[in-house]
């Protein structure tokens, strides 16, 4: 076989593989509509099958079970907000902090289920969503780290004081989207102001970390 006859013979493959990613990826945007306000718990693989107008068995096709359909929801929506977050590198300093900060506001307002989920842990304990949640901590903190000492490696002391606010943003996001007694911009400046409040004491405890110029004005 010459090698035009070997890519005729591949090109349905490649249009079965086209086919196939868009139709996993029509799956997933159906269940994140499903499960944008919906517990894991509350929806049965019926249910899903029959609000998303598919057979039962093609979910299982692409994903195995109802938690591989769930995670794979959850890794799409999460990459959405880790993407979003890490954008804007152009932007100034306390622009892109606030971009950061609004986008996960949003993410949680908008996606509540699976918020609660990465956050919680998941149903049981269920290392695949601790390892997503991990990674989202992560990507925070370096997006954070990058636009206050212009990089990603930073020194221990450095990354817990990071890590411990968004921690801390984690509970204050939880309870707000069960309360949403506060706007959201309101909700964002508090949490800037937070931020700020913890690159101070990184700052007085490992001087080569100063916290940015704005962080002081909110002293």
Not at 141 to 159: F, N
């Amino acid at each position: 076989m010459n090698i035009s006859d070997q890519r005729a013979a591949a090109r349905p493959r490649a249009r079965g593989t086209e086919r196939s990613v868009a139709r996993r990826a029509e799956l997933i945007a159906i269940g994140r509509r499903l499960f944008a306000d919906t517990s894991y718990d509350a929806l049965s693989m019926d249910d899903i099958a029959r609000q998303a107008h598919v057979a039962k068995g093609l979910i299982y096709y692409y994903f195995q079970s109802k938690r591989g359909y769930y995670l794979a929801i959850i890794q799409d929506s999460v990459a959405d907000l880790v993407t979003f977050a890490a954008s804007g590198v152009q932007l100034p300093q306390l622009d892109r902090v606030h971009r950061t900060i609004d986008s996960y506001l949003r993410y949680a307002e908008h996606n509540q289920a699976a918020y609660r989920t990465v956050v919680s842990g998941g149903v049981g304990f269920d290392t695949e969503v601790h390892a997503i949640r991990d990674g989202v901590r992560e990507a925070i903190v370096a997006t954070i780290a990058e636009g206050a000492y212009g990089r990603t490696d930073i020194a221990p002391l450095a990354r817990m004081g990071l890590l411990a606010w968004v921690c801390s943003v984690e509970g204050a996001t939880l309870d707000w989207i069960d309360h949403p007694e506060l706007p959201r911009d309101t909700m964002r400046e508090l949490l800037v102001k937070t931020l700020g409040g913890a690159m101070r004491a990184i700052e007085e405890l490992d001087p080569s970390y100063p916290a940015p110029e704005p962080a002081r004005r909110d002293a």
